[in-house]
């Protein structure tokens, strides 16, 4: 009997141990499918078309790649309106992805769009998605003690802007920039948050925008802290996905 329950227990560790394998060497296949979208009445000749590279996924399911699919859509992410584009609002160029991390369970991707009004402009958008589920992963499904690591993220912050304003007044030719107006305003209008985090082997970086207007840009600082697995640890909730990188 007791040979028996000990048959048993080994069993089922042995069943645990090959369910976290799976999970950790489980990765997804992104490719690439690049449309180009011409415009009948464009307003200049480099507005005569935009191109999207969209990301197809074959995941463990159809299902679950839909699901991915869904969470890295241009539309929900970035606001993207294909009529409107193909019509007079003409601002796209073009936009993308970029797979920063595929493994261990967890897809990163960085989708950004580029394009130009008055001036160039564009943005990112870091998307964290459950290559097992399709579940994007949000701050408060991968992180405990939110206003901790908000904390935390915001110190970073403050010495980069500290650094910042120092070598923006370093340089002369910055003589006619007010670093600390533009800092507090941009505190007002791009408020630091945790929902834009990326994820690979060393740790987790957050990312943040200042805001700066496009005749600043040069002077605006990276806003991107990044924190290595150990050091993130205290903050990862309990059994989570990425609670698993961090052992």
């Known amino acids: 009997m007791i040979f028996r329950m000990m048959k048993q227990v080994i069993l089922a560790i042995a069943i645990s141990l090959l369910s976290v394998a799976a999970v950790f060497s489980q990765t997804v296949t992104v490719t690439e499918r690049k449309v180009t979208y011409t415009r009948k009445n464009p307003i200049a000749d480099h507005k005569r078309a935009f191109t999207i590279t969209y990301p197809k996924v074959k995941a463990a399911t159809p299902a679950i790649s839909r699901k991915i699919e869904a969470a890295l859509s241009f539309q929900n992410l970035l606001d993207i309106n294909i009529q409107e584009e193909m019509g007079e609002y003409q601002w796209l160029e073009e936009a993308g992805f970029q797979v920063d991390h595929n493994k261990n369970g967890l897809l990163s991707v960085s ?8 001036y160039p402009s564009g943005r990112t958008v870091r998307v964290v998605i459950d290559s097992t589920t399709g579940t994007r992963i949000t701050p408060a499904l991968a992180f405990q003690n939110l206003s901790g690591l908000l904390s935390m993220v915001r110190q970073d912050m403050e010495k980069e802007i500290v650094k910042a304003i120092a070598e923006i007044k370093a340089d002369k030719e910055n003589n006619d920039f007010d670093a600390e107006s533009q800092f507090s305003e941009s505190a007002e209008f791009h408020k630091l948050s945790l929902n834009e985090f990326s994820v690979n082997d060393e740790g987790i970086t957050f990312h943040h925008s200042y805001g700066f207007p496009h005749v600043a840009r040069a ?20 059994g989570g996905l990425l609670s698993r990188m961090a052992r």
């Open 111 to 118: 989708v950004f769009m580029e394009g130009s009004g008055a």
């Open 219 to 238: 002077l605006e600082p990276d806003g991107q802290f990044m924190y290595s697995w150990s050091v993130i640890k205290p903050f990862l909730k309990p």
